[in-house]
């Protein structure tokens, strides 16, 4: 049994190192043991925060990687510069960067990468609308098997599939996914990888993300059954992102 997985999306936050360094200390100062974290800053404030101690159960991760080792490819960081600096995970294919024109095919060649380098990709899957006929399913499932599309059956294990409706993305507690639907979403998703990749798609991690808060974070894993959440906004602020890790580090 795995614990449950919190991923701390900062995105393009906050604006200084030293911003980026005290998020860090207030949130490495109260962490309980229940669940693994992934904090996910910037990569040019990564230093400043990987100086902050941590315990054993929080991880450092990138919110990007490219595909390629080393070379002329200008502003980007490849997966094996990310895991020699210390990352243990990356975020690849947010909804984000795909609306900047990532393509599919360079997120599997990313997610490719990761595994090569030994970091375990949080892939980012998602529908832009959400419909009652269920097409919104086929789209995610398109979404997987592009994504996973250039890894071996062995390597499917251990990757972790962020399941984030778009949107559901940058709002308030009131306005996430329910966590029925959520449920649904997430058996599809399980379905899908066991239908493609046998036992192997079993030891898939399912995250929910989509204005998860203090408020709503313990009903979402609950009763939606995932195995964690990718927090955006509210793991900037150390007090709210505390409170999501102990209600859910107490979910048995
Ligand atoms: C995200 O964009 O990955 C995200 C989950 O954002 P928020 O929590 O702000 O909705």
Not at 15 to 26: D, M, N
Not at 173 to 191: E, G, P, V, W
Not at 202 to 227: F, H, I, Q, T
Not at 232 to 243: A, R, Y
Request: aromatic residues 8%.
């Amino acid at each position: 049994m795995f614990k449950k997985l919190i991923v701390a999306n900062w995105k393009m936050n906050p604006e200084t190192p030293l911003q980026a360094k005290t998020i860090a200390k207030g949130v490495l100062k109260k962490i309980p043991r229940g669940v693994e974290v992934v904090l996910c800053p910037p990569n040019i404030f990564w230093s400043d925060v990987a100086k902050v101690k941590r315990p054993s159960n929080v991880f450092l991760g990138t919110q990007n990687v490219f595909f390629e080792d080393k070379g002329a490819f200008t502003g980007e960081v490849s997966a094996s510069m990310a895991k020699e600096s210390g990352a243990t995970f990356s975020i690849i294919g947010h909804s984000e960067r795909r609306a900047l024109g990532e393509s599919d095919e360079f997120i599997s060649k990313k997610v490719l990468a990761a595994k090569n380098a030994e970091l375990i990709p949080i892939i980012c899957v998602g529908e832009k609308e959400h419909d009652t006929q269920g097409l919104y399913l086929d789209f995610l499932k398109k979404q997987i098997i592009s994504a996973t599309s250039l890894l071996s059956k062995s390597a499917i294990k251990d990757i972790v599939i962020a399941y984030e409706p778009i949107w559901a993305i940058g709002k308030d507690a009131k306005n996430s996914m329910s966590s029925y639907d959520i449920h649904q979403t997430s058996l599809f998703i399980r379905k899908v990888f066991i239908d493609l990749y046998g036992q192997s798609g079993k030891g898939v991690r399912v995250l929910y993300g989509g204005s998860v808060a203090p408020e709503n974070c313990e009903e979402l894993v609950k009763n939606g059954e995932v195995d964690g959440l990718l927090v955006g906004h509210q793991s900037l602020i150390p007090e709210n992102f505390i409170k999501i890790l102990t209600a859910v580090s107490k979910i048995k």
